[in-house]
């Protein structure tokens, strides 16, 4: 590609059992309580390594629990400000005490019915409330309505208000914006039927949920401001979102050579003023090229150059610095 090279300058290292997986996972990489997590599973336990604010290392702090699941897979966790676990699983959303006991368990209607499905959670901005989505009651007909998303008090489990969401056996994302705004994203992807990308907030009159302008992706990168930069399934386009300005959208094929598409579906704010995405010469590739991209305009600014061939996963943490992996270890980098 013909974009000015810039160095990845390693900033630290560190072993990270089964991060290779996790950041496959919708709970892998989070944004909770203005810091960035890295959830992962191995040999029955869940881990959650928060990513620290000193650029000389990659974990500043770890925590871990028994997983709930035997294959692990069908769980969405979320780390709480208290040191506590939030899980949502098929059949019940629980919060687990930092020594691992039970806080509290609150009982839904299983996922039986839609086997691709599951729900996610997570604190609100506020840090009062939970937000979790489930697979919500049949109506008189035995027919869902759709699936819901709750309020639950963090201290109790009390449902404190509800929604009936307009998506339908849905998976669930959760992010939260890097500048505490009130509200979170919500993605819910139905497959064939689309994905959902909702602005979630709790008030004082229970839950406000409306769409977050026209992103309909499930990949997407959060800056300040509101900000929603979305990443197509397949790779084709980008799109940038904003309350009050007119969407900016690049297709692959304007910044990419002819036939490249983007992957690693985690594009992201690398700070506020410039993007971090991977791209390839097929969807499905083992290595990707990581290019940097003007936040405002979607245009590479540059290619990352690394003393060895990237893979495809990238984490961009809006402090200049991202992470990356080989095999099992997590690499914390900066440019020069």
Request: aromatic share 6%; net charge negative.
């Amino acid at each position: 590609m013909m974009h000015p090279r810039v160095r990845a300058r390693l900033l630290a290292r560190e072993s990270l059992p089964g991060v290779a997986e996790a950041l496959g996972n919708l709970d892998g990489w989070l944004l909770r309580d203005g810091a960035h997590w890295l959830v992962t599973r191995h040999e029955g336990r869940i881990t959650t390594s928060r990513i620290g604010t000193d650029h000389s290392q990659v974990v500043a702090a770890q925590a871990a629990w028994n997983d709930p699941t035997p294959s692990g897979s069908d769980t969405y966790c979320s780390p709480l400000s208290d040191g506590a676990l939030a899980v949502s699983g098929r059949e019940a959303v629980i919060v687990q005490e930092r020594d691992g006991t039970l806080r509290w368990e609150h009982s839904h209607r299983d996922w039986r019915h839609a086997p691709g499905a599951g729900g996610a959670c997570t604190p609100d901005p506020a840090g009062r409330v939970l937000l979790a989505t489930m697979a919500g009651p049949l109506g008189d007909d035995g027919v869902s309505r759709g699936d819901i998303c709750r309020a639950l008090d963090l201290t109790t489990g009390e449902v404190l208000a509800e929604h009936v969401l307009p998506s339908l056996s849905a998976m669930y994302a959760f992010q939260q914006f890097p500048d505490a705004r009130p509200e979170v994203l919500l993605t819910a992807s139905m497959g064939q039927e689309g994905t959902h990308c909702l602005l979630v907030t709790h008030t004082a009159a229970g839950l406000d949920v409306r769409a977050a302008g026209t992103a309909e992706e499930p990949y997407v990168g959060l800056g300040t401001d509101g900000v929603v930069v979305s990443q197509d399934v397949g790779g084709g386009y980008l799109c940038r979102t904003q309350d009050g300005l007119d969407d900016v959208i690049v297709e692959a094929g304007e910044i990419l050579p002819e036939g490249w598409v983007l992957v690693g579906y985690s594009p992201g704010f690398l700070d506020e003023t410039r993007l971090l995405v991977v791209a390839a010469e097929e969807q499905w590739a083992e290595e990707g090229t990581h290019l940097l991209l003007d936040a405002h305009t979607l245009r590479p600014l540059a290619e990352l150059d690394y003393l060895h061939p990237p893979g495809v996963s990238a984490v961009p943490l809006g402090d200049g610095t991202w992470l990356t992996h080989d095999g099992e270890t997590v690499l914390r980098w900066a440019t020069d």
